[in-house]
C-alpha cells in the first residue's frame, strides 16, 4: 500500500538535528537557580539498615539538603503495582511487593537507595557521600532461583512465608495424555542469562515547581510520560495539567525507561516543592547497572513429546523467573515467555508454569525482547534436541511443525502480558522460513560448503530458527493533526521516542492523508502539554497503535479539507484533489487554496457557523485494538569458530521477517539491524553477573561487553514478506524486537553445528572461555 | 575470592615477629595508612585514606585475631568499609622456622568484597592485589633488613619507605607496564583499596605468628 510518502524509504526529519549536535537531550537542560541530586545507593544487596547519620554532610559547603526515608514521612510509600495482576488466570498467585523510593529499614538489593543529597553541584553532592555514616548489618543474600524458594532461604520481603512472588499456571490440551501417547520425550534444563538495556543514554530526571504559578514542569528520559505525569500528580495531590512531563531526544530506551516511581520521579519532586528550587539528576553508567531495571534471568525446566516422524504433540515448560527484590511491574516477562514459547508450531497440548522468585538484585522489568527471547529461547533448543534424536534436519522438523495460514486467526488457549487471550492474527510462518534458506543458501551450505570447509579445517556451522513477536498491545493511544496557517501541519502523540524515527514515519501516515510534505509536518512526542492521553512506548506498539491513532486523525482532517473546500468552490468533494499543500478542482486545476489558507477559513473569528461543525483543520482520534497483533520472521547464520581462541565470528546472517506494512523501510531495516546487534550481545558479549552475595560484578562496560561494529556479521541479509494484519487500516505490526527475540537461539545452535556436534549446550550466553569449558567437560 | 601464597624472610623468626609487633613499619608497607591501633592482643583498628588514580577516600578497617596458636598459626578477622566499598576476610597464617635464620610464612583466606569495589573492580583484584602484596613484601625486605643491621650495631642502613605515589605507581606499572596514563590504566587503581586490606590481613598475620 506504499504512496507517495507512506511506505517510501524517505530520510529522516530528525536527523539534521541530531548529527549536528543541535538536539536537546536531558542534561542540556539548565535552569536558573537549579540543584543537583546525587543518590547515596547501598553496597550491600541485603542488609537491615540501623543507623544513617548526615549531620557532617549538612556542614559541607554546597550542602543544601540531606534526606532519608525518614525525612520524607507519610510521603514515603511502596510505589503503585505499575502493571496489574493476572487476574484472568485461574487459581494464578501473586504477591505484589511494590519498589519503595528510597530504603527504610531494609536493603534488599545492591544499589538500592539510602539517602539523597541535594547540593549545588553534582561534584559537592557525591563528594558528601563520605560524609554520611551508614550504620547496617548485613544479611545472607538470595541469589539462586531455585534455591530462594527452598525452606530456610532468607527472606527478601520478611512479610511472606517464601520467596515466591508469583505462581501461574496455564495449559491447553492434556500434556500429560499426549506424553502418554509420544514415542519419544526430550527433557532439558535451559538456562537464560541476564541482560541490561544498556541503552547510550542513561536515565535523567529534571523538576521545576513554580511556585506563583503552581505548576510543575518535568523533564525525563521516560518511555511513559503520561503515566509518569499522572503518578507524580497523584502523589503531589495536584491536577494532571498542573504537571507537564516533556521528554526531550532521548539516546536509547530498550524497556528500562518504561520503569516509573523510582527514587528520582518519586522523591525529586517533593523535595523540588520543598526547597523551591528547580533540581536535576543525571543518572551515571554505574548507577544505571546497578539500579536501573534489567532482565531475562530464568531457569526452565522443559519437555517435548512427539512423534516418531518429528510431529510436535506436547510441550511441558516449568519455569523460575527472576523478578529482582520488588515486582512493580507485575508478570509482562514471564507471561510474554509463556505465550512466546509455542507460538509459532502446532503444539496440541502445553502445559506452562511460571514460578517468579524474589532474590536480592534490582528489579526486572522489560528489555527489548521482554520474555519472548527466553520463550524462542526454549522452544528452539527442545527443536534442535527432537531432531537431533530424531535424526532430522533441524530446518526440517521445524518446517514439519510451523503453523499455516489457514489456522489464522487461531486462538492459543494462553493469556498474554495484555490480560486476554493470545490470537495469532496472520502470517505466513513457513515462508519465512522456505525464504531464509533461500537467502542463506541452506542446503548448498550443508551439502558442499560445509563439508569442504570442515574438510580444510574449518569449524563452521549453521544456526537456523524460526520466531513469532507479539506487538502492539492495547490499551490504547491517541493522536491530534493539526494543519496551521502556515500550510504545514502539526501531529502530537502521547507515547515517547528514544530513536525509533517516529518523527519521520509518523509524519509519513500523515502526509499520504492531507498532501503535504513530510518535511513540513512537525510531530511532537512525549509532551503531556500537547498530548495528554496514552500509555507510552513499550512492546513494539508505537507504531502500530500511536500510528493507527494518528492515521484515524489524519483521515478526519482529509474528510474536513474536502468538507469545507465543497462548501468553498460550490464543487462535489468527489471532484476534489489535495497534495503539493493545496486542495483544487480536478477539472479546473486553476481553481485551487492553499491548506494553510484553509485552514485559516475553518477558524472564523466573526461570523457564524454551521451547527455540529468543530474549528480548524484539525481533528483527534484513538486507536485500541482488541489484541496484539503478531510478526514473526526466521533467521539462519553461518559461524566461524576459532579452535584455538574459541572466538566465534558471524560470517553470514540472514532475517526474514513480517511485520505486515511498512511505513518507511529504511528506518525499519535500522531497527532490525539494532536489534540483531542486540541479539548478538545477549549471545556472545553482554552478561550481567551477580555474585552469591548480590554484588553485581559487572557493572562496568569493561566488564559488561556491547557488541560493537566489528562484531556483527561480516555479511547481513535482510528479507521482507508482507502479511497485513487485520486487526489496524495500515495492516501494520510491530518490529521494534525482532532481531533480539531469534538471535541467540540461531547464535548457540550455529556453534554447536560449528563444534560438529560434539557438546549440546543448554544456555542462552556463551563467550570463549565457556565453550572451551563446554569442550573440556565433553574430553 | 581466594587469596594465598607465601614469602620467605631473610631474618629469623623473632626478628620478624618483632618487625610486625611495631604498627609504625606495617603501616609504611601500605602508604596512605592514617593509624593502625592495636587495640588488645586480639583486636586492631586501621584508618587508610586512599588518594591514588580516580579513588578518594577513607576507608576504616577492623582487625580481629582468633585461634592463636603462637608461634605456629592463628585465624584472622579483617571488616573493613570506607567510601569505595566494603571488604569481608577471612584468612589463616602459618608461621615457620625456614633454617638459615630464614623465616617461611604461608597464608591463605577468602575475601568477600561489594560496592565499588565489586562492581567495577572484581576482574583486576586478583592480579592487582598480588602486585601489591609483592610490593609491600619488598618494602618488608628492606625494613627488615635495616632493623637487624641495626641490632647487629654494624652501619646502619637507611630504610625509607616508598611515599603513596610511588607505591601506586609500582602497582600500575607491574599491571600495565607503567602505561600509567592510559585512563584505562587508571581504572586498574580502584581495586587499590581493597588490595590494601588484603595487606593488612597477610601483613598483621605474620605479627601474630611470631
Known amino acids: 500500500m506504499a504512496g507517495k510518502y507512506f511506505g517510501q524509504p524517505i530520510l529522516r526529519n530528525e536527523d539534521a538535528q541530531l548529527l549536528s549536535g543541535k538536539a536537546r537531550f536531558i542534561d542540556d537542560i539548565d535552569l536558573p537557580g537549579m540543584l543537583h541530586a546525587a543518590f547515596l545507593r547501598s553496597d550491600f544487596a541485603h542488609a537491615r539498615i540501623k543507623k544513617i547519620d548526615y549531620s557532617a554532610a549538612l556542614k559541607r559547603s554546597g550542602v543544601v539538603a540531606v534526606y532519608t526515608a525518614e525525612d520524607f514521612g507519610d510521603f514515603w510509600r511502596p510505589g503503585p503495582l505499575q502493571v496489574p495482576p493476572p487476574t484472568a488466570i485461574k487459581g494464578s498467585v501473586f504477591n505484589a511487593r511494590t519498589l519503595v523510593p528510597i530504603a527504610k529499614d531494609k536493603v534488599r538489593f545492591s544499589g538500592e537507595p539510602l539517602a539523597v543529597i541535594i547540593a549545588e553541584s553534582r561534584y559537592i553532592a557525591e563528594d558528601a557521600f563520605d560524609d554520611i555514616i551508614v550504620e547496617i548489618e548485613p544479611l545472607d543474600a538470595v541469589n539462586d532461583l531455585e534455591k530462594a524458594l527452598e525452606p530456610g532461604a532468607p527472606l527478601v520481603h520478611e512479610d511472606l512465608d517464601s520467596n515466591l512472588a508469583a505462581d501461574v499456571v496455564q495449559e491447553r490440551g492434556n500434556y500429560e495424555e499426549a506424553r502418554a501417547k509420544a514415542d519419544v520425550v526430550i527433557s532439558r534444563k535451559i538456562l537464560v542469562n541476564r541482560n541490561a538495556g544498556a541503552a547510550l543514554e542513561n536515565r535523567g530526571f529534571v523538576v521545576e515547581w513554580e511556585e506563583r504559578s503552581r505548576q510543575m514542569t518535568v523533564w525525563a528520559t521516560t518511555q511513559a510520560p503520561i503515566p509518569l505525569r499522572n503518578t507524580i500528580a497523584a502523589r503531589m495531590g495536584l491536577f494532571e495539567n498542573q504537571v507537564r512531563v516533556i521528554t526531550p531526544f532521548i539516546g536509547g530506551g530498550f524497556g528500562p525507561k518504561i520503569m516509573t516511581s523510582q527514587a528520582d520521579d518519586v522523591l525529586l519532586p517533593w523535595i523540588a516543592m520543598k526547597l523551591k528550587r528547580p533540581i536535576k539528576w543525571i543518572e551515571d553508567r554505574r548507577e544505571n547497572f546497578l539500579a536501573t531495571t534489567s532482565e531475562r534471568d530464568q531457569v526452565h525446566y522443559a519437555e517435548i513429546a512427539l512423534t516418531k516422524e518429528g510431529t510436535i504433540l506436547g510441550v511441558k515448560d516449568v519455569f523460575y523467573h527472576n523478578t529482582g527484590a520488588y515486582d512493580p511491574y507485575g508478570m509482562t516477562v514471564p507471561l510474554n515467555t509463556q505465550t512466546h514459547t509455542v507460538s509459532n508450531y502446532r503444539v496440541p497440548n502445553f502445559y506452562t508454569q511460571i514460578k517468579m522468585v524474589f532474590t536480592n538484585q534490582m528489579v526486572v522489568t522489560p528489555v527489548r525482547g521482554a520474555g519472548r527471547p527466553q520463550g524462542v529461547f526454549v522452544m528452539e533448543r527442545l527443536m534442535d534436541a527432537a531432531a537431533r534424536e530424531l535424526n532430522m534436519d533441524p530446518a526440517e522438523i521445524r518446517m514439519k511443525n510451523l503453523l499455516i495460514p489457514d489456522e489464522f486467526p487461531l486462538r492459543t488457549g494462553i493469556i498474554g502480558q495484555d490480560f486476554v487471550e493470545g490470537v495469532l492474527d496472520s502470517g505466513n510462518y513457513k515462508k519465512n522460513l522456505e525464504k531464509t534458506m533461500e537467502i542463506v543458501g541452506y542446503e548448498k551450505f550443508r551439502k558442499e560448503i560445509q563439508p569442504k570447509l570442515r574438510a580444510e579445517g574449518k569449524h563452521v556451522g549453521i544456526g537456523i530458527v524460526t520466531f513469532t513477536e507479539g506487538t502492539a498491545v492495547g490499551p490504547y493511544e491517541g493522536a491530534r493533526v493539526t494543519i496551521g496557517a502556515n500550510g504545514k501541519v502539526n501531529v502530537a502523540t502521547g507515547i515517547s521516542t528514544q530513536g525509533q524515527g517516529h518523527f519521520t514515519s509518523f509524519a509519513q501516515i500523515v502526509a499520504e492523508q492531507v498532501g503535504i510534505d513530510v518535511k513540513d509536518i512537525n510531530v511532537v512526542t512525549g509532551d503531556t502539554a500537547h498530548f495528554h492521553w496514552g500509555a507510552g512506548t513499550f512492546a513494539s506498539r508505537g507504531a502500530a497503535v500511536a500510528g493507527s491513532a494518528i492515521h484515524n486523525a489524519a483521515v478526519k482532517v482529509r474528510e474536513k479539507i474536502f468538507s469545507l473546500a465543497s462548501k468553498i468552490f460550490e464543487e462535489p468533494e468527489e471532484n476534489l484533489e489535495v497534495g503539493d499543500g493545496k486542495v483544487w478542482v480536478k477539472s479546473n486545476p486553476s481553481q485551487s487554496m492553499l491548506l494553510g489558507d484553509l485552514a485559516l477559513r475553518a477558524n472564523p473569528t466573526r461570523g457564524t457557523i454551521e451547527p455540529g461543525v468543530e474549528p480548524g483543520l484539525e481533528a483527534t482520534a484513538y486507536y485500541g485494538p482488541p489484541y496484539g497483533a503478531t510478526g514473526a520472521g526466521a533467521v539462519a547464520m553461518i559461524v566461524n569458530l576459532d579452535p584455538e581462541t574459541m572466538q566465534v565470528k558471524v560470517e553470514h546472517f540472514v532475517i526474514v521477517h513480517d511485520c505486515g506494512t511498512a511505513i518507511n523501510p529504511m528506518i525499519l531495516e535500522g531497527q532490525v539491524y539494532g536489534g540483531i546487534s542486540m541479539g548478538i550481545g545477549n549471545a556472545f558479549y553482554e552478561k550481567m553477573v551477580y555474585d552469591d552475595n548480590g554484588q553485581l560484578l559487572s557493572a562496568s562496560f569493561m566488564d559488561y561487553l556491547m557488541p560493537q561494529a566489528t562484531d556483527m556479521p561480516a555479511k547481513m541479509e535482510l528479507g521482507h514478506l508482507v502479511t497485513t494484519t487485520p486487526l489496524n487500516t495500515l495492516g501494520i505490526k510491530g518490529v521494534g524486537e525482532a532481531g533480539a527475540i531469534p538471535t541467540p537461539a540461531a547464535f548457540v545452535q550455529a556453534v554447536e553445528d560449528a563444534l560438529h556436534g560434539q557438546v549440546e549446550i543448554m544456555e542462552s550466553n556463551l563467550n570463549p572461555s565457556r565453550i572451551f569449558e563446554y569442550l573440556q567437560k565433553k574430553q | ?210
Open chain 2, 1 to 210: 575470592m581466594k587469596i594465598e601464597g607465601e614469602h620467605v624472610f631473610k631474618g629469623p623468626r623473632q626478628a620478624v615477629w618483632e618487625m610486625f609487633r611495631d604498627p609504625e613499619v606495617l603501616a609504611s608497607a601500605m602508604p596512605g595508612t592514617q593509624s593502625l591501633k592495636k587495640i588488645d592482643d586480639q583486636h586492631y583498628e586501621g584508618m587508610m585514606n586512599v588518594r591514588i588514580g580516580p579513588v578518594s577516600g577513607s576507608f576504616a578497617g577492623q582487625l580481629t585475631v582468633s585461634n592463636e596458636n603462637l608461634p605456629e598459626s592463628c585465624t584472622l578477622t579483617v571488616d573493613g568499609r570506607g567510601a569505595a566499598g566494603f571488604a569481608k576476610g577471612v584468612g589463616n597464617v602459618h608461621f615457620f622456622e625456614n633454617g638459615e635464620s630464614t623465616t617461611l610464612m604461608k597464608y591463605d583466606g577468602e575475601v568477600t568484597i561489594g560496592g565499588t569495589l565489586a562492581s567495577v573492580g572484581q576482574r583486576m583484584i586478583d592480579s592487582v592485589s598480588k602486585s601489591m602484596i609483592k610490593s609491600a613484601f619488598e618494602t618488608l625486605d628492606k625494613a627488615l633488613e635495616a632493623r637487624l643491621a641495626a641490632k647487629s650495631g654494624n652501619t646502619p642502613i637507611e630504610f625509607k619507605p616508598p611515599t603513596e605515589a610511588e607505591f601506586a605507581k609500582n602497582v600500575a606499572k607491574d599491571m600495565a607496564g607503567g602505561l600509567t596514563n592510559v585512563a584505562e590504566v587508571r581504572m586498574l587503581l580502584y581495586i587499590v583499596p581493597v588490595a590494601l586490606l588484603f595487606l593488612i590481613v597477610a601483613l598483621i598475620a605474620r605479627g601474630c605468628g611470631g
